[in-house]
C-alpha cells in the first residue's frame, strides 16, 4: 500500500507564505511525478504545479512567480513554498504522486487527504 500524507496547511493573511509538504511512503519502486492540486468550494479541482523525477516544474499561471514546487528524491517527499498569498488561493490542497510499485508498469495514481489553506483578506 502507498500512503501520501501532507502538513503544512493553515490559516494565513493576505501576503503571507505558507509551506506545504507530502511524503510518500509504501511499497514503491519509482516516482515518476508529484504535484499539488487545489480544490475550492463549488469549483473543480485544479493542477497548481507538477514536478518530474528529473526536476522540471510547471505551474498554474495563476501561481507562478509566486509559488515554488521543488522535491527531495531520497525522501520521496514534494513541498510548496507558497507566498504572496491571496484569498483566491484559499482551497483544499492535495498531493499527487504518479508512481510505480514494481519494475514494469503500469503508472499508478495516488492522492493525499487534502491540507486546507485559508487566506484571509
Known amino acids: 500500500q502507498v500512503q501520501l500524507v501532507e502538513s503544512g496547511g493553515g490559516l494565513v493573511q493576505a501576503g503571507g507564505s505558507l509551506r506545504l509538504s507530502c511524503a510518500a511512503s509504501g511499497t514503491i519502486f519509482t516516482i515518476n511525478a508529484m504535484g499539488w492540486y487545489r480544490q475550492a468550494p463549488g469549483k473543480q479541482r485544479e493542477l497548481v504545479a507538477t514536478?518530474?523525477?528529473?526536476?522540471?516544474?510547471n505551474y498554474a499561471d495563476s501561481v507562478k512567480s509566486r509559488f515554488t514546487i521543488s522535491r527531495d528524491n531520497a525522501k520521496n517527499t514534494v513541498y510548496l513554498e507558497m507566498n504572496s498569498l491571496k484569498p483566491d488561493d484559499t482551497a483544499v490542497y492535495y498531493c499527487?504522486?504518479?508512481?510505480?510499485?514494481?519494475?514494469?508498469?503500469?503508472?499508478?495514481?495516488?492522492w493525499g487527504q487534502g491540507t486546507q489553506v485559508t487566506v484571509s483578506s
Open positions: 514536478i518530474t523525477s528529473g526536476g522540471s516544474t
Open positions: 499527487n504522486a504518479r508512481l510505480r510499485v514494481a519494475t514494469y508498469p503500469p503508472d499508478l495514481n495516488y
